[in-house]
């Protein structure tokens, strides 16, 4: 399937997150996450599976940028494990988490590899969540610290920073609904973990300016809303999007959330819309809505979104609600920073993967239209370069550009990988 033609500068990349593929979750002076507790415990994770070894990128690193220097990425997108480099995320900083930072950081730059760090990626220290993770307003605070660390000594190599990833998804999946760590259930009531990350990310990009950082964004998941009922449509648009981009963007929460969020919110929203560089957008698929057809705690009824293929992870395949989304972000936000696509990918089991490059090859098409309605798309980042840990769904989702036996760790390039480096080729 033949890709559009995008700017000779548009940005290459491929991401990761760090608990999905370090593995070494006992090694190198690393503290515990709160994904280590709720993997931990039985009935959370598909089969029983855990992250201790994943990939083992802790120890192939250099193999694995071997792979990218391969494919010819621009950039890699990559997290920081918050409990590797400060254990019980405060007090003193681990030197051999740093040590392994400083040399995977030293082979990108030797490869030719930008580096695109993600200083959050949901690994809170499970000393932190004991005093009350993000409903805690100190949390905010210990990560400005924690930001400061980091950016004091790799800002000189990081070419971007993205200080949390996908707020909504820890709000929602970790507090809200318990799918995710820390496995809570307090549905709307975890609102307020939402403003006090936003507080963080915040309090992180002041940070990481004065520690010498080039360039910092975010990386927020967002989705279109479909539903013929317009109030369902517009809260779980308030609650899935605007809740996270208005207070960046506009210095503003939408209204209909205000009475939950934290008492004097507003004093912290200067801080929160601090100017950024870029704006990250991870798109996987749309949301469909209706009405409640019976009483309950939310406003709204999730229905699937029919008509689509479905990918092995149960998300239907849908590249022109990219389209629609970048185009609807470019209209509401009128000072929108330059976009990147943070994250894009889909599950599919085979090596021999056309699944994956149409779906590739049909979100590039939608990043390419949306460029033509005026939204300002720089670069993409595909997830994922490699098969790895899916949150409580293990290991069977496979999102890579290269496959991994997980019982030998052989990674094998499939043929999207293939396909993804001759679109890169074939941009410059």
Not at 119 to 141: F, I, K
Not at 177 to 195: S, V
Not at 215 to 238: C, K, M, Q, R, Y
Not at 359 to 373: K, N, P, Y
Request: with cysteine; proline share 8%; net charge negative.
């Amino acid at each position: 399937m033949k890709v559009p033609h995008l700017p000779s500068d548009f940005v290459w990349g491929v991401a990761t997150a760090a608990f999905q593929i370090e593995g070494a979750t006992a090694e190198g002076g690393r503290g515990r996450s709160i994904w280590d507790t709720f993997t931990a415990t039985p009935g959370k994770i598909a089969r029983g599976e855990h992250a201790d070894v994943s990939t083992d990128h802790y120890h192939r690193y250099l193999e694995d940028v071997a792979l990218m220097s391969d494919l010819g990425v621009d950039a890699y997108r990559f997290s920081l494990a918050w409990p590797r480099i400060q254990p019980d995320g405060r007090g003193p900083v681990n030197p051999e988490g740093i040590a392994f930072y400083d040399r995977l950081l030293d082979s990108l730059c030797e490869a030719g590899i930008d580096p695109v760090a993600t200083v959050y990626h949901w690994d809170t220290p499970q000393a932190l969540e004991d005093r009350g993770g993000w409903l805690s307003r100190e949390t905010a605070e210990r990560f400005a610290e924690y930001a400061a660390i980091v950016g004091e000594r790799f800002a000189d190599r990081v070419k971007m920073w993205i200080p949390l990833n996908e707020p909504m998804v820890m709000s929602i999946f970790g507090y809200g609904i318990g799918e995710y760590a820390p496995g809570k259930a307090l549905l709307l009531d975890a609102i307020p973990t939402a403003h006090h990350q936003l507080l963080a990310h915040g309090l992180a990009v002041t940070a990481l300016r004065a520690a010498g950082a080039r360039a910092v964004g975010t990386a927020n998941n967002h989705s279109p809303i479909w539903g013929e009922d317009p109030e369902p449509v517009s809260f779980l648009d308030a609650l899935i999007n605007r809740l996270f981009a208005d207070p960046i963007l506009l210095g503003s929460y939408p209204e209909v959330l205000h009475d939950r969020l934290p008492d004097g919110f507003a004093d912290d929203l200067p801080a929160i819309a601090a100017p950024l560089d870029f704006y990250g957008v991870n798109y996987y698929e749309p949301m469909a809505v209706r009405a409640p057809r019976t009483a309950g705690p939310l406003p709204f009824e999730l229905v699937p979104v029919e008509g689509y293929p479905m990918t092995t992870n149960g998300s239907p395949v849908v590249p022109d609600g990219l389209r629609e989304l970048l185009v609807l972000l470019h209209e509401r936000y009128p000072e929108m920073p330059p976009v990147h696509i943070t994250e894009n990918g889909c599950s599919f089991d085979e090596i021999h993967d056309s699944d994956r490059i149409d779906f590739l090859a049909g979100h590039l098409t939608a990043v390419r239209e949306a460029m033509d309605a005026g939204a300002d798309v720089r670069g993409y980042f595909v997830w994922s370069l490699l098969d790895n840990f899916e949150w409580s769904k293990g290991y069977a989702p496979r999102f890579g550009l290269v496959h991994v036996d997980y019982d030998t760790l052989v990674r094998t390039p499939k043929d999207s990988f293939a396909w993804y480096r001759d679109v890169i080729k074939r941009s410059r």
